[in-house]
């Protein structure tokens, strides 16, 4: 059994989120919310989102693991305005997911939990360094970096205590370095990888501009990067393995 | 003689609702008003588009039929802010229409009317449902369902007083009722048609998300969708044929 | 040496006027501002921009010349908001532009200037004719011309003293004319030339909606086209060679 109510932009900057990585999904019902975690099919991204029962208008469950196609969902969450409710009713004999909006009723088609890649293990890294860094900075450097490259430095310079991501193109740099006063908290250690950036676009487009972003990494190893959707009653965690460096 | 002067939201709003059926068509110039018929080159779908004389700044004909080129008058018409004035001008010798907005003239080559399809005769169906609803209701529904099929049915339940519409796809479906509450006014009687949705999504653009929309329907019998432009001084008709329940 | 503190939208302005014509040129840096002139390949479309150092927010050099990608350029400036500073500082050792917007830096190669197209002697022509006009009334007329034809006439009747735009298509025709009453100024003068489209609609779009745009133009002449951008502290000057009249 699964009913819920949910605003129409906490449900898309849910769906977002994993969305970026994969076409399809497993949802586990919860009494505490809905969770997810997925990868991409090359094994190098990952995502685990959680999303609390407080989040929701109303929320009943008792359990159990639909499997969505989540650009279909987004599709229909679309057409809700922002603030518009979307009920969900999940239909145990049918396996569809009756989804309503203002009298408009859709019934999406489950698809079977099993079809659907395999759940990662998100690593428990202990890793060295942590930033805390407005979205908007990890957007313009996303963007900027794009512009010269398809790959991507972060690091943080423990002597300078500075935070700094740098992308080389062939012929042109793009380099941001934030220092205490940027950045709402760093814990300076050593910390520098390489990253597609491929990836990271796709991994941005789901940050929130004026969302607090905390970045763990270290000396090439993955990335996590963490933030907050639905006013603090949502969890996005995205992990991205480091690319090896060239030279 | 034909000499008129037009608001361009107006002109605008009245080719549209003809130009998303036809590409070229007969104008009707007579003491009244202007009136143009169409019908697809599949003869399913029908337009029936009065203006009246009031509808424009200033008008003046001694009657006749002009042919034009839609998509070429619409995008002369775009060249206009949407409170500004288009003033027309047939030149009978040169068959040549003169367009101006304030001090530019544009002047377009008409058609002849003879080698444009014939216009149809919109047969007078006395139709046993009808309901009158929000143009905002037609378009959220004739997009959910074009998410999922390329045909839809409108119908109405004459014990529950409702209208409906149902679109089935392959694995998803959408449904919305709208009862009296919802409805501006229903006539009930038996009702069901299933319809093609590329045609009834073109005649969904053309009607305003404002509008107070007549829809007379009957058991797979072809719709009529009704509503008014230009502040009631423009009538708007669409017909469309039904489809052939597949099952 | 060159530094130099911009605001973004002076910057792209001055880029945008330049960047219609060439995708790569020569900036010359004096005392008095930059200085940039080019010629489009086929040797039709000249362009002259001068942007005075009270345009910047602070500006030094020792003078030189640098060959940039304007397009790449155009793009780095495209990444901070329309009030935003951009730092210009360059590197003498390594040829390289460094580019700051708030705490982010680009690294933008330099293009050898001895590689790039020779500059343009735009010629000083003293032509006849010379109006005023409104930009927003160029943009109207160069849009509607481009829907009929691929060329446009400019003129002016001395008898009338009118400025008029036509442009005649296979079928439709499209003419404006401006009078005293419509133009900011006219020193009238047997002026009738045909233009390429393809040229004027990419030099309209340098051309600020509210500027005050001076056109120069002779019998079968070359037309001049000169307005003001940042606020009078920069100009640009196209010059556009005329078609053959075809009959």
């Known amino acids: 059994m699964f009913k819920a109510i949910v605003s129409a932009d906490t449900l898309r900057a849910a769906l977002d989120s994993v969305g970026v990585l994969v076409e399809e999904c ?3 019902l919860t009494d505490d919310g809905i969770q997810i975690s997925a990868v991409d099919p090359a094994n190098v991204g990952m995502v685990d989102l959680t999303l609390e029962s407080s989040a929701f208008e109303s929320y009943e469950t008792d359990g159990g693991v639909i499997g969505v196609d989540l650009s279909r969902l987004d599709d229909i969450a679309g057409m809700a305005d922002a603030g518009q409710l979307i009920e969900l009713d999940l239909d145990e004999e ?4 009756q989804i309503r909006i203002d009298g408009l009723e859709y019934t999406l088609a489950l698809i079977d939990p099993d079809s659907i890649r395999q759940e990662p293990d998100i690593p428990d890294l202990d890793l060295p360094a942590e930033v805390v860094v407005e979205g908007r900075d990890v957007d313009r450097a996303v963007k900027a970096a794009d512009m010269v490259s398809d790959h991507i430095a972060l690091g943080v310079n423990t002597d300078e205590e500075t935070f700094y991501v740098e992308a080389e193109g062939d012929t042109d740099d793009v380099h941001l370095t934030l220092d205490r006063e940027d950045l709402i908290d760093l814990s300076a250690g050593d ?3 390489l990253f597609s950036l491929d990836y990271l676009s796709d991994m941005n487009r789901a940050v929130p501009l004026d969302a607090e972003v905390v970045i763990e990494l270290g000396e090439e190893f993955p990335i996590k990067i963490h933030f ?6 949502g969890d996005v ?4 393995a480091p690319r090896i460096q060239s030279d």
Chains 1, 2, 3 share one sequence.
Do not use: D, N, P, V
């Not at 049918?94 to 997911?97: G, N």
């Open 26 to 28: 497993k949802i586990h």
């Open 94 to 97: 049918t396996r569809k997911l």
């Open 191 to 193: 910390a520098h990888s």
């Open 228 to 233: 907050e959707i639905a006013e603090g009653q």
């Open 237 to 240: 965690t995205f992990m991205l």
